[in-house]
């Protein structure tokens, strides 16, 4: 038998069964689209917490004050609250090897005005070096500068977020640039202002003003005390090193056995992170997989009943002359013909359903060509194995007693 | 050339075995026009599916062109179906859902004749079998039952098979388009000397043939040669 009769001789045996054929496809459908839908999901939640985190500057240690807790994640509300690291431990650090820069940053909230407008937001004091291990650009102007943290000038650098709540949303920027503002009475010029950087909740980035650590150590919060010192390793190999020597100094600086501070590695960070979310997207790809395997034994349950329903025909096919080559092709290429347009119809809806996510639930998704492939080959290989028993089932049979088939 | 020997067939049920055929022995000659007759429940279908190769004999040896039937696989028996047999089954065994065309086609589709020559063939088959061709594009089951009848003999007919097999193929035709189907199959036998078996119960078709054999109760009672 020519392979176009037998796709002619498929293709027209699925179409005699609309309603049958239209309910297992839908079965794989659904199956392919979920696994494809929820990988995306899964992923793109994934990469979203991983550049997020990225985003905060890269290889990083951040040294906070008050002893460790838990895996070493802390909630920034913990952060400045005991008074135990000084900018003389910052300085200590920069000293150490494998040390790219240090940003030793003081932070804390106040009522800023500015021409009539005021907000409330975090006030960080900062070093020249903050833009570089924070990961921080700025747009407009300048940062705040060595000379300025040496000499205590009242500058400020500000976020878009803050420029938005004191000057209005359509202000250009460049005009901001050299106004003043007021924190606890005392007047700021800006020099800067820095890119939006995205991120929400109590890590919104855009939302803060950056004055030389001087200043704010003098005019703020009072003392020499920092709230964060942020390093930054010069590779991600040497980070665990690196914390061990930090720990070390500060303890011994601090003349303490147990730590009196805390330090989060950058790194175990994001591996937490990423584990968390893989085994997310394992239990969604896995919830998936199952309703996949359900729609499989759909197609199976399909063919078994067709090849019993059709006993006579095969049996008259095989009168004429069908071989069980013929046969059998004819019914595995229904299952395959079924997954297969299940297969195609599912990758289309699941990546409609990772746009929508994406569109309306802004959540990241990423269909990966991966996860089209394995879904493409699983209904392939499901049409295969469900298709291939009933099918061989078919050609094995003998042509009288089949036609006798009631 | 099908030489029978000592073909015995039963079957098993409840009640313990059957035997539908006792010990036949007999041979047909290439270019025979031969009918088998009987009573009901003879064994005539059985006998007709062990010719047609499509049943093997529970004993007893059954050579068709000198070859034993018993020594080819399920393909080649296949493939000796489709070359050289043409069946005309009692009960059609039409595929419902297709058109009469495309009925008729399927042995050629098997045959793996080009598509472009399947339609012509399949026409001039059903026009020897005497359909009208208006009913060409119908469904199958959405004919009479002589036309079903007509289908059926022009797909016996259509892989010009050197052995036809037609089991009651005038049975539910009426005397005028009987005459026509019994026609085809004299021309077929006289013109291309095909080996047409035709079975029946009815003495005046059977009197088409050059040769009867008589069956009753899985035995040959009879086998003479007709007059003409
Ligand atoms: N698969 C089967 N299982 C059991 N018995 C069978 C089977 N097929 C046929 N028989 C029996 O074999 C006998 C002969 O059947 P067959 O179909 O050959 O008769 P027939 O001569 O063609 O009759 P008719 O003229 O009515 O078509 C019948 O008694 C029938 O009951
Ligand atoms: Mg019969």
């Known amino acids: ?406 | 050339m099908i030489e029978c020997k000592n073909i015995v067939k039963t079957y098993k049920n409840d009640s313990g075995e059957i035997v539908v055929l006792k010990d036949l022995t007999f041979s047909i000659k290439d270019g025979e026009f031969i009918a088998i007759t009987g009573p009901s429940g003879s064994g005539k279908s059985t006998l007709m599916h062990i010719l047609g190769a499509l049943d093997t004999p529970t004993s007893g040896e059954y050579l068709l062109d000198g070859k034993n039937i018993a020594d080819f696989s399920d393909d080649e028996l296949a493939d000796i179906r489709n070359k050289k047999i043409g069946f005309v089954f009692q009960s059609f065994n039409l595929l419902a859902r297709s058109t009469v065309l495309r009925n008729v086609m399927l042995p050629l589709v098997y045959a793996e004749i080009p598509k472009q020559e399947r339609e012509t063939i399949a026409r001039l088959a059903l026009k020897s079998a005497g359909l009208d061709e208006k009913h060409y594009n119908n469904l199958s089951n959405q004919l009479s039952g002589g036309q079903m009848q007509r289908v059926a003999i022009a797909r016996a007919l259509v892989n010009n098979p050197t052995l036809i097999l037609a089991d009651e193929p005038t049975g539910n035709l009426d005397t005028k388009t009987g005459e026509i189907v019994l026609k085809t199959f004299e021309t077929l036998n006289r013109e291309q000397h095909h080996t047409i078996i035709l079975i029946t119960h009815e003495k005046e078709v059977a009197e088409h043939a050059d040769r009867i054999i008589f069956i009753r109760d899985g035995v040959i009672t009879d086998d003479y040669k007709t007059k003409k």
């Open chain 1, 1 to 406: 038998m020519k392979f176009l009769d037998l796709f002619e001789e498929i293709y027209s045996a699925l179409l005699a069964n609309k309603a049958r054929s239209g309910l297992t496809i839908l079965g794989i459908v659904i199956g392919i689209g979920s696994v494809i839908a929820m990988i995306a999901i899964g992923q793109g939640s994934q990469s979203s917490i991983e550049s997020s985190i990225q985003s905060l500057g890269s290889n990083l240690l951040l040294i906070t004050p008050g002893a460790q807790r838990g895996m070493g994640v802390q909630v920034s509300q913990g952060r400045g609250s005991s008074q135990t690291l000084t900018k003389d431990d910052a300085e200590a650090i920069s000293s150490l090897s494998s040390v790219l820069a240090v940003s030793p940053e003081v932070s804390g909230r106040y009522q800023v005005t500015a021409k009539g407008t005021n907000t409330n937001t975090t006030i960080n004091g900062v070093v020249s070096a903050y833009p570089t291990v924070r990961n921080v650009e700025v747009e407009t102007g300048n940062f705040i500068t060595d000379q300025n943290v040496k000499s205590m000038s009242k500058v400020a650098v500000i976020g878009p977020s803050v420029r938005d709540d004191l000057f209005g949303e359509d202000v250009d920027s460049s005009g901001v640039i050299g106004q003043t503002i007021r924190i606890k009475s005392i007047n700021f010029t800006i020099v800067g202002i820095t890119k939006e950087k995205g991120g929400s909740g109590f890590n919104n980035q855009d939302d803060v003003i950056y004055i030389p650590i001087t200043v704010s150590q003098q005019y703020l919060t009072g003392g020499n005390y920092v709230s964060t010192i942020a390093v930054q390793a010069s590779s991600q190999e040497e980070m665990t090193v690196l914390q061990t020597d930090i720990t070390t100094l500060l303890l011994d600086r601090h003349n303490v056995s147990t730590a009196d501070f805390s330090i989060m590695n950058q790194a175990d960070i994001v591996a937490t992170a990423s584990s968390v979310t893989n085994t997310f997207t394992m239990l969604l790809g896995s919830v998936a997989g199952i309703s996949l395997v359900v729609g499989g034994i759909g197609i199976m349950n399909m063919m078994l009943t067709t090849v019993t329903e059709r006993t006579r025909e095969i049996g008259l096919r095989k009168a004429i002359g069908a071989k069980r080559k013929d046969i059998n092709f004819q019914f595995l290429g229904e299952a395959i013909m079924l997954t297969f347009t299940g297969g195609i119809i599912g990758i289309i809806l699941g990546c409609l359903v990772s746009f929508v996510a994406y569109q309306f639930f802004s959540l990241a998704t990423q269909v990966s060509t991966f996860s089209v492939v394995l879904s493409f080959g699983v209904s392939g290989a499901i049409g295969i194995i469900f298709g291939y028993y009933p099918a061989n089932r078919a050609s094995k049979l003998n042509p009288i007693e089949a036609l006798r088939y009631e």
